[in-house]
């Protein structure tokens, strides 16, 4: 294990385990989200936030910022209500490490979320703005997701246009909801799927989740959970490109090298899904202008584009590109 420091303790007032994984603060303090989920066991729960802290190390040297990649994990009994005591817990363990790590929504958090952490720790960003922080960041994380698809249709297709492109996005929670406004926008023609039926847009093709992952579409943009590009679902994909803002797509390194060898241009997901960190990050941790922040933002196209290029120079996978 190649982490600086990890965590496992148990809320003193819910009893429930909460991991903190610091991967790195060589380039500066750490920074990752809070993830609130179930787990088959609370080990797994720290399985996951080592590799969703290494990832996010990767994520922000590659979008240029001064930070480490750090995550915070509690797992939680099936049908738990989230209140004040568990976030309070989570809140106690971040300030217990001095700064050193600050934490933001993930997966099972929000904005509002952040607010009650920030009554136990100053370490927290993408508060309400209410409450003196820069918000929802699934607008911003959306934003990175169309420059990102710009600059993959543009390399697999020659032109950065959208609306001459399909799309299916698999995951309308507020991220892929966003993109979905985004890219009707343009007149792109839109497929979607989600497990929570009313979510379903006008004008837009459901399907179900295992249709929208082998639909036959130009770019398949991953917006819900990892882990779905696998050895088995790879040679079932009938898309061009994969760009999406899911983290850690890939089952494994190796199926990148798969997606390669079926002409399947892959976006690596901690360049497509950075937008959301860079922006309340640059804002609340580095204290940029909104203008300066979005910026960054637009600018996860242009690191792309030149991730894509090398790869193709190269003759390597756009995840090779990026190690």
Known sequence: MDHEHVVTHRGERTGLPITIAVHTTVRGRSAGGCRITTYPDWRDAVTDALRLSAAMTAKCAIAGLPLGGAKTVVAVPTAYEKGPDLLHDVGDLIASLDGRYATGPDVGTGPGDMAVIAERTPHVFCRPQAAGGSGDSSPHTAAGVVAALRAVCADRFGSPDLGRRSFAILGLGRVGGHVLDLLAATGATISAADVDESRRR???????????????VDVLIPAALGGLLTARTVPRLRCAAIAGPANNQ?????T?????????LWAPDIVVSAGGLINATAVELLHETPAQAAARVEAIGDTLAAILA?????????AAAVQ
């Open 202 to 216: 006008p004008g837009v093709t459901w399907l179900s989740p295992r249709q929208c992952l082998t639909a036959d």
């Open 256 to 264: 990148a090298g798969l997606l390669h060898e079926r002409g399947i």
């Open 310 to 318: 090398a790869a193709r120079a190269g003759g390597i996978s756009p």
């Open 250 to 254: 890939l089952d494994e390194p190796g």
